[in-house]
T-cell receptor
Framework: KNEVEQSPQNLTAQEGEFITINCSYSVGISALHWLQQHPGGGIVSLFMLSSGKKKHGRLIATINIQEKHSSLHITASHPRDSAVYICAVRLPNSGGSNYKLTFGKGTLLTVNP | DAGVIQSPRHEVTEMGQEVTLRCKPISGHNSLFWYRQTMMRGLELLIYFNNNVPIDDSGMPEDRFSAKMPNASFSTLKIQPSEPRDSAVYFC????????????FGNGTRLTVT
């Protein structure tokens, strides 16, 4: 069974700070997702990556397949970045299911003005 | 594009009652997923449909839960009879499929069973 661990569970930052959220998993995967969930519940897919690094605006996601580890970075953080960030991994050959994801418990980020 | 539409947004019901949650996936998406989110367990896959056919229902907790997808634009998740431990947020998500297709979530239905 694949376990997905996120750290920290909770993170409080001041506006403008550089944020890093970590995700580790225990078995080989075919892809990793970073999701954002705002208060009020909607979930948005931020990144899907299987190697290297992706960047979208102030968000950067990296993955190290050998170390089974991914990080989500937020540069110049802003109060509107306050949300729960969820890491999810997809196992290879997931019985035909492209999205049999295993989710981490999430990291609650609060960015204060 | 209206996104994935779920209804109702909130449902409060008494133990023993039947609950039906509804989902309209994004037009053109051929894969649909029902997830449940709780504080204790986080997000869990309940069932996955591909081209309206249930592919993997191993996450459905017990026989009280059933899901259908009668056509490409509609799916339901039914709980009968409901129990307090079913209280959670239920999300529907859809995708075009394929390795690089992103997953699009609905806004969820918050279910409270008293």
């Amino acid at each position: 069974k694949n376990e997905v661990e996120q750290s920290p569970q909770n993170l409080t930052a001041q506006e403008g700070e550089f944020i890093t959220i970590n995700c580790s998993y225990s078995v080989g995967i075919s892809a990793l997702h970073w999701l954002q969930q705002h208060p009020g519940g909607g979930i948005v897919s931020l990144f899907m990556l299987s190697s290297g690094k992706k960047k979208h605006g102030r968000l950067i996601a990296t993955i190290n397949i050998q170390e089974k580890h991914s990080s989500l970075h937020i540069t110049a953080s802003h109060p509107r970045d306050s949300a729960v960030y969820i890491c999810a991994v997809r196992l290879p050959n997931s019985g035909g299911s492209n999205y049999k994801l295993t989710f981490g418990k999430g990291t609650l980020l609060t960015v204060n003005p | 594009d209206a996104g994935v539409i779920q209804s109702p947004r909130h449902e409060v019901t008494e133990m023993g009652q039947e609950v039906t949650l509804r989902c309209k996936p994004i037009s053109g998406h051929n894969s649909l997923f029902w997830y449940r989110q709780t504080m204790m367990r986080g997000l869990e896959l309940l069932i996955y449909f591909n081209n309206n056919v249930p592919i993997d229902d191993s996450g459905m907790p017990e026989d009280r839960f059933s899901a259908k997808m009668p056509n490409a634009s509609f799916s339901t998740l039914k709980i009968q009879p409901s129990e307090p431990r079913d209280s959670a947020v239920y999300f529907c998500a859809s995708t075009k499929g394929g390795f690089h297709s992103p997953l699009h979530f609905g806004n969820g239905t918050r279910l409270t069973v008293t």
